[in-house]
């Protein structure tokens, strides 16, 4: 089971990715996306619970539509209003320690079934499928109107705050290739001509 310590981390870098997209999702500038408070759990829970829940419908047996309705879960977690929802009241969200709870009992959940699903320790199978949610959040984001390099940032930021909880780690960058060599360039001093043989030199001498 992740730790406390694992889900608070967790949820201050999803916070922090989550709210980057205000400034593309409502008018003016973003706000409450400082690292480190406790303000910052609840949003950053609910950014985790919805990669988590992308994980859930990738199993064989997951719940369907979830690519449908991540778009309305962001909206829902920043505050936003949600198309079809206006006027009804909106959804209690956990607050502080129990968000991070609510956090640690979906993602033991979600262990327990792909322990079911494929035997335990299959770490490479987990990172192929937030793989796959990364993915499909980067087309939902797009869906919603959000630029491309922001739309793969923040979903990026997700589904690594998302691998942080089961101990996985993004892979580093692959290394710049070499700088080419440079070839030295060609002598720029005049050619000399060869001396004479022995014989030659003496019959011009005398």
Do not use: K, Y
Request: charge should be negative; aromatic fraction near 2%.
């Amino acid at each position: 089971m992740p730790t406390e310590h694992a889900c608070q981390s967790a949820a201050e870098i999803a916070a922090e990715h989550l709210d980057s997209l205000r400034p593309f999702l409502q008018s003016g500038h973003p706000h409450g996306g400082g690292r480190g408070g406790v303000g910052d759990w609840p949003l950053g829970a609910s950014a985790l619970l919805v990669v988590l829940a992308g994980l859930q419908a990738d199993r064989p047996d997951g719940p369907p539509l979830w690519d449908a309705q991540a778009g309305d879960r962001i909206r829902e977690a920043l505050g936003l209003p949600v198309a079809g929802a206006e006027g009804l009241p909106p959804r209690r969200r956990p607050r502080g320690w129990e968000a991070l709870a609510v956090v640690q009992h979906t993602a033991q959940e979600l262990l327990t079934g792909l322990a079911a699903d494929s035997g335990p320790g299959r770490s490479g199978e987990l990172s192929g499928q937030l793989a796959r949610v990364e993915g499909a959040l980067v087309v939902t984001l797009r869906r919603m109107g959000v630029p491309a390099e922001a739309s793969t940032r923040c979903a990026a930021g997700l589904a690594e705050a998302t691998g942080s909880l089961f101990g996985l780690r993004p892979s580093a960058p692959p290394a710049a290739p070499p700088h080419p060599t440079t070839p030295p360039l060609p002598s720029t001093r005049p050619a000399t001509n060869p001396p004479l043989p022995p014989d030659l030199t003496a019959s011009i001498l005398f």
